[in-house]
């Protein structure tokens, strides 16, 4: 049997239910071969962030670590290098900031090791990998300020919202997912991708997303201006934090509740 959903999150139930033969929904070219071969029964599963608790809320507001999350896979959507190359210079004036990448994968990974490696980038941007979810939980709620996503395409992100449930503002890309979920300056902050609108509206999506690409110094002045309004910005942050919980708490209804124990024992 093969799985084709979100790989966000999902190693650890893949690993505790021995599941075999995964195809995370990112490899599109292996899951189009296996959806058209009617010998496979393929299950799509989409990542809910109910996973994280209501009850969870982070009650207090504690001083600023400096600290950034993304999560995501290494994936030309995410567009992970696009971060790495703008922290490399927020971190200029702001020495003491730092970004954990929580995820793995194939697409660019190899550049960005040699591009923390060839600028000495360890102590500022720290490569994670996978972690097991209650681990991250409790990581995000004691040690990061703001999650960031720089995403070129996206639906309703998981991250976010799992980010939000812990009172975590997101400084996101304002593509048309995060716009529904993030309103800047209430909830999160939002950067501009130069020409996204145009480039949504009249190409397929991967040619869209590499035209947005070419256009990356103008995205990462963008980007930084942002990250710039944070620096010791308490204030913001318990605003745009108190925000986040406000925002859950008002479409915590529409937050489906998915028992992953159910679903994959059903599958297996």
């Not at 939980?137 to 960031?148: A, E, Q, R, T």
Request: net charge positive.
């Amino acid at each position: 049997m093969f799985i084709a959903g979100s790989s966000s999150h999902m190693n650890e139930y893949i690993e505790k239910y021995n599941i075999k033969n995964i195809i995370i929904k990112g490899e599109s070219v292996i899951v189009n071969k296996i959806l058209n071969d009617k010998n496979f029964r393929v299950t799509s599963i989409m990542y809910k962030s109910s996973i994280f608790k209501l009850k969870e809320y982070r009650k207090s507001f504690r001083r600023l670590h400096n600290n950034f999350i993304m999560i995501c896979r290494f994936d030309l959507a995410k567009n992970i290098m696009f971060a790495v190359k703008s922290f490399s210079i927020f971190i200029k004036s702001n020495p003491n900031h730092k970004l954990y990448i929580v995820g793995d994968g194939v697409y660019q990974k190899t550049e960005i090791i040699n591009f923390i490696n060839n600028f000495k980038l360890h102590n500022n941007i720290i490569l994670m990998g996978w972690l097991p979810h209650n681990y991250l939980f409790s990581f995000i709620k004691d040690n990061i300020d703001y999650n960031i996503s720089t995403s070129i395409t996206e639906g309703i992100q998981g991250t976010i919202l799992e980010t939000m449930i812990c009172g975590i503002p997101t400084i996101c890309s304002n593509i048309m997912g995060n716009r529904k979920i993030i309103l800047n300056n209430i909830n999160g902050l939002s950067f501009e991708l130069y020409k996204y609108d145009d480039c949504i509206n009249n190409y397929d999506s991967t040619k869209a997303q590499l035209e947005i690409m070419k256009h990356m110094d103008k995205n990462i002045q963008n980007f930084i201006n942002v990250l710039n309004l944070t620096v010791n910005n308490e204030i913001l942050y318990k605003r745009l934090s108190e925000g986040c919980i406000e925002f859950i708490n008002k479409n915590k209804s529409d937050i489906e509740n998915i028992n992953y124990n159910k679903i994959f024992e059903s599958i297996i």
